[in-house]
């Protein structure tokens, strides 16, 4: 008798589940739209006092009003994971002392006009986690 294990299922999280896997995180990408084609940036984030505070190489000038962040932690090898998206309006940070505080605290990927710091307002938060289908 063999032991296979149960196929994989992806199976919808609560809001406030996806938003403890998104704090437990600090890696993700921003997604937005650009001249009709969808740009995908690598990005570091701090969830803070309901915002996510994003870290990425978009330069200021290009930071769209709405955007979307994608976060995941797939294991392939264990059959386990799980991904969340945050979509909302953008803003790109200018106070300073906010600015200089998340520049020491967010590792950034590119230093120099590429390196920005955005608040996202999230209004749909959505999460999947692997699971393991019954039989």
């Known amino acids: 008798m063999s032991t296979v294990p149960a196929p994989l299922r992806m199976v919808e999280v609560s809001g406030a589940e996806a938003l403890w896997r998104l704090e437990g995180s600090n890696l993700g990408s921003l997604v937005y739209a650009q001249?009709?084609?969808?740009?995908i940036r690598p990005a570091r984030h701090v969830w803070e006092?309901?915002?996510?505070v994003v870290r990425t190489p978009v330069p200021?000038?290009?930071?769209?009003?709405t955007g979307t962040y994608h976060?995941?932690?797939?294991r392939?090898?264990?059959?386990t994971g799980w991904t969340v998206t945050v979509s909302g309006p953008v803003e790109v940070?200018?106070?300073r002392n906010e600015a200089a505080h998340h520049r020491r605290t967010l590792?950034?990927?590119s230093h120099g006009p590429h390196d920005t710091l955005l608040r996202l307002h999230p209004k749909t938060v959505t999460g999947f986690r692997l699971a393991r289908a019954e039989v």
Not at 60 to 65: C, K
Not at 76 to 79: E, I, K, R
């Open 107 to 109: 590792m950034g990927w």
């Open 76 to 79: 392939a090898v264990s059959g």
């Open 71 to 74: 976060v995941d932690d797939i």
């Open 93 to 95: 940070i200018t106070d």
């Open 60 to 65: 200021a000038m290009a930071v769209p009003a």
């Open 49 to 52: 006092y309901g915002r996510l």
């Open 35 to 39: 001249r009709g084609a969808s740009v």
